[in-house]
């Protein structure tokens, strides 16, 4: 959401729905000077805290009785660790694209799930609502809960894990440079307690089936700041639909398009892929093309 897309949001909320800031404010556990402050500049710097308006936009009349419902709820419940780990694997979502899902970093999740924090604000309330809505917040968010769907066995067990990392003479930190993740997931993964998302296993195939190219097609990525526009226009370049670049990759297309539309993440692994596409768009489909 641009700034003045925000503004515009909140300005709805305010005159046609008639919700003060206030209210507003207690729905999504943020002070009402964070409000005033969203309503001047436009800017919210708390990524879940504007995917929620985005669904308070998209769709008020499903959403905004859920989080009614949650300030009225006061039930007791769970500790935090073992909420995160039953919300997450209900989705069957990794530790990455769970944290990706609530606009977050991996480290974050981890340290949920071990207990050496706990989520707050927005974040503290789309948990709530996962936990006490599952199936409305999937159709929602555009997830399928693990059950619903038939089981397979994970593509990279640690086993396979370990024996790539042997091959490559790869240490935990020098695995999580690769893939521009966090050195506790690399960690997680080895332990078997998570598994890698769907781009760090593109990378991981990439490795295993061709390691010298892969690390030279990956070495040199951008991990600044990209423009809007920027990664769609080097997929494009390289003659790629969404769809194409899915089906190489193994990445959703909704992830995908989330990447396009906002690489202001602070997860590295999108950047490095951008990167390799739009610095070597024939090796880089050379390569993809023989992993699939």
Known sequence: M?????QEVLGWLFHRLEITKRDLA????VDRS????WEKTGYIDFGTCRFLLQLLEADVDRILPLLQKRLKSGKPRAPWPERVRAMRKAFGLTIEDFADLLSTIPSAVVNWEQGHSEPISCHAVLLDLIEDHPDEMADMLGFVPAGEVEE??????KERLQTLMNAADFKTGDLARFLGVETQSVAAWLRGSALPSACSAFFLRALEKFPEAARKLFRKPDLGAWEPGRAQAARRQAGL??????????????TIGEWEEEMVTKKDCPKILYSALEQNPRKFLSLA???T
């Open 2 to 6: 641009t700034p003045t897309e925000v």
């Open 26 to 29: 207690e729905l999504l556990g």
């Open 241 to 254: 639909s969404m769809n194409e670049l899915s089906r190489l990759t193994g990445i959703s297309q909704r």
């Open 152 to 157: 397979s066995p994970p593509e990279w067990p």
């Open 34 to 37: 964070t409000i005033a402050d």
């Open 289 to 291: 093309r023989q992993l």
